[in-house]
């Protein structure tokens, strides 16, 4: 498709479970970022990749979270052992040149639910 | 460092009176701004961004943003609302000094609610 294509688009687990959500960029984009929005919050740093280059993962908020970046396209975050406090939106972007222009095109994001 | 505030977290206005949403930065080095807009249930979509030409930089549907260096502002404004101008924006910074991978700082949001 023509944009950042994210699944799935709803998740409810329940607490303790592992849950994976998925990123398709725009194809030709290197960069790729994980944000996680909260309500009221507004958007959290997660991670981001670029081209072959070590990810930066000082937005991750816990060793339970990890994500990973396969042949520099399709991009998987996983949550490991989820607890409620997890529950929000993960928004997935990628952009040209790792957002030195600052547009980055955003997924519809994955909400995550932990009962 | 850098931070980004939104004045308001909700903005309300009548369909056809301006739109006024207000954002404050902080950057210790020369900013790149930015608003980005999110309607229900959709991701974010750039509407406008400052990067060190022109001060006052125009958008798509009719919004604008000026930088104020002296009073480190980026408002957006808009003449005139539309219904579909319903939605939550975003005031953005980023630190250009930092290169290639630009650190953004997302400011909370400002839920615009456009009335009949």
């Known amino acids: 498709g023509a944009g950042v294509s994210q699944s799935p688009s709803n998740k409810v687990t329940e607490k303790g479970k592992d849950v994976e959500l998925r990123c398709d960029p725009i194809s030709g984009h290197t960069a790729l970022y994980w944000y996680r929005q909260s309500l009221g919050q507004g958007l959290e740093f997660l991670i981001y990749?670029?081209?072959?280059?070590?990810?930066?993962k000082s937005g991750l908020p816990s060793d339970r979270f990890s994500a990973e970046r396969t042949g520099g396209s399709v991009s998987t975050l996983t949550i490991q052992r989820t607890q409620q406090e997890d529950s929000a939106v993960y928004l997935c972007a990628s952009s040209f040149s790792g957002g030195s222009t600052g547009e980055l095109f955003f997924g519809e994001g994955s909400r995550l639910t932990v009962l | 460092a850098q931070s980004v505030t939104q004045l308001d977290s909700h903005v309300s206005v009548s369909e056809g009176t301006p739109v006024l949403l207000r954002c404050n930065y902080s950057?210790?080095?020369?900013?790149?701004l930015f608003w980005y807009v999110q309607h229900p249930n959709k991701g974010l979509q750039l509407l406008l961004k400052y990067t060190s030409a022109a001060t006052l930089v125009k958008g798509i549907n009719g919004f604008e943003a000026e930088f104020k260096k002296s009073e480190t502002s980026f408002h957006l404004t808009k003449p005139s609302a539309h219904m579909s101008d319903a939605a939550e924006y975003f005031c953005v910074v980023s630190d250009r000094r930092i290169g290639l991978h630009s650190t953004l700082t997302f400011g909370k949001g400002t839920m615009l609610l456009v009335s009949p």
């Open positions: 950057s210790s080095y020369s900013p790149s």
């Open positions: 990749f670029q081209g072959n280059s070590a990810p930066d």
